[in-house]
């Protein structure tokens, strides 16, 4: 979306949460960190001169999501959503499907079991009260202060990542079940087919609920409407 904005020359400036220590390089001006809720976006939006704005964090970035909807609403600004299409089960796939992060602690059981913990950094103080598991992790920074489970492996990787990649990090720890944000797209999809070879399950975690607002599935769609 970037790039595509770049290239057509337009004004535009890519906001990061600040979350991540070393970004991808973007061909645009960058922002780094919150707005201060609602109305901190809505004072940026006016004070900058935003006359759309696209929002294209992650599917499971829910309360930017949010406060991005109210914030255009009060500030009479138009907004899309470049949101990429959620997974789907095919022939083969063993996923078990949960509302939220207490449902997919619930569904690895009692009993200790192996498990790829694929939902990134921020979320991982819900799994410590089901320490028994060995957790093996990917993220994407190093962390930098004690992680929140007794039992866990930390692999530091970016995606986008390829299935013999994943085949072959599942079957090196040994690992029983996965646990995913059904966050779609391809850069991350190679554990799920990695998965379905290796008769593994996968617990998938649905999408948060976010209002109702334009949703684009591709970044032509996104440019059309501006």
């Known amino acids: 979306m970037a790039r595509a904005l770049a290239e057509a020359g337009l004004d535009a400036v890519y906001s990061y949460a600040g979350r991540t220590e070393s970004p991808v390089a973007q061909p645009l001006p960058v922002r780094v960190g919150g707005f201060g809720g609602v109305a901190g976006l809505v004072a940026y939006l006016k004070a900058e001169g935003i006359t759309q704005l696209i929002d294209a964090t992650h599917p499971f970035a829910a309360q930017m999501s949010r406060n991005a909807v109210e914030a255009c609403a009060a500030a009479g600004i138009p907004l899309i959503a470049l949101e990429r299409e959620p997974w789907q089960a095919t022939d083969g796939d063993r996923w078990i499907h949960v509302p939220d992060l207490a449902g997919a602690v619930a569904a690895l059981g009692e009993g200790p079991r192996r498990v790829f913990l694929a939902i990134g950094r921020q979320t991982l103080d819900a799994f410590a009260g089901a320490p028994q598991h060995h957790y093996l992790l990917r993220l994407v920074d190093p962390p930098t202060e004690p992680l929140p489970l007794p039992h866990a492996h930390a ?72």
Do not use: Q
């Open 155 to 226: 692999v530091i990787a970016r995606g986008p990542f390829t299935v013999a990649g994943d085949r072959a990090l599942l079957t090196e720890h040994r690992i029983e079940m996965i646990v995913a944000k059904n966050a779609g797209g391809a850069g991350a999809e190679a554990k799920l087919v990695a998965a379905r070879e290796l008769g593994l399950s996968v617990v998938l975690i649905d999408r948060p609920w976010v209002p109702d607002r334009r949703v684009a599935r591709t970044v032509a769609e996104v440019m059309d409407w501006l």
